[in-house]
T-cell receptor, first 114, second 115 residues
Framework: GNSVTQMEGPVTLSEEAFLTINCTYT??????LFWYVQYPGEGLQLLLK?????DKGSNKGFEATYRKETTSFHLEKGSVQVSDSAVYFC?????????????FGTGTKLQVIP | NAGVTQTPKFRVLKTGQSMTLLCAQD?????MYWYRQDPGMGLRLIHY???????AKGEVPDGYNVSRLKKQNFLLGLESAAPSQTSVYFC??????????????FGPGTRLLVL
């Protein structure tokens, strides 16, 4: 079956530091990959996505590149802000006929301190 | 557009009581989902629906029932609440076609405490 593995948190960084949150996956075929963000007290919201190998998703200064050879989709940001403090979820779906389950990772909490 | 809305936002129940959580979406999405989120457990899918009048079990369906009588609404019922059902419940919706089903729109959540 499909699975997503994220690095354990929490990750604590100082403001303006470089961020990497690792995500690796196991799936058959050609999954589409996603990063979601959950701010305190809110639901998840899509941050970025990539639907095929070598695609780079980007949004709000965050980037992730779909690496099929290493089955990875690591999230990066060059300079984090306090407002980026949240929980980040990596996810995948294997597009196909009919309903396909979305597999979420367990989430990585990021805390950015001033 | 309101997106995905959930009511109530917070509820306290006694063991054995029943309640219904309401989810509504105004994006004409085909798919709708109910998840629960517990500390250290990530998101777990309770039930889902691929269209009006259809429902299906997810990973953790026991103790819950659902209905989707209208395309825009997805109801989650607890017939006899148990302390193990204390959690934060999220509703989500999405389009159905291929990768678009992976782009899910989440509601703000319902915090449920069962005493």
């Amino acid at each position: 079956g499909n699975s997503v593995t994220q690095m354990e948190g929490p990750v604590t960084l100082s403001e303006e530091a470089f961020l990497t949150i690792n995500c690796t996956y196991t799936a058959t075929g050609y999954p589409s990959l996603f990063w979601y963000v959950q701010y305190p007290g809110e639901g998840l919201q899509l941050l970025l996505k990539a639907t095929k190998a070598d695609d780079k998703g980007s949004n709000k200064g965050f980037e992730a590149t779909y690496r099929k050879e290493t089955t990875s989709f690591h999230l990066e940001k060059g300079s984090v802000q306090v407002s980026d403090s949240a929980v980040y979820f990596c996810a995948l779906i294997n597009p196909g006929t009919g309903y396909q389950k979305v597999t979420f990772g367990t989430g990585t909490k990021l805390q950015v301190i001033p | 557009n309101a997106g995905v809305t959930q009511t109530p936002k917070f509820r306290v129940l006694k063991t054995g009581q029943s309640m219904t959580l309401l989810c509504a979406q105004d994006m004409n999405h085909e798919y709708m989902y109910w998840y629960r989120q517990d500390p250290g457990m990530g998101l777990r899918l309770i039930h889902y629906s691929v269209g009006e009048g259809t429902t299906a079990k997810g990973e953790v369906p026991d103790g819950y029932n659902v209905s989707r009588l209208k395309k825009q609404n997805f109801l989650l019922g607890l017939e006899s609440a148990a302390p193990s059902q204390t959690s934060v419940y999220f509703c989500a919706s999405s389009y159905s076609k291929e990768w678009r089903a992976g782009t899910q729109y989440f509601g703000p959540g319902t915090r449920l405490l069962v005493l």
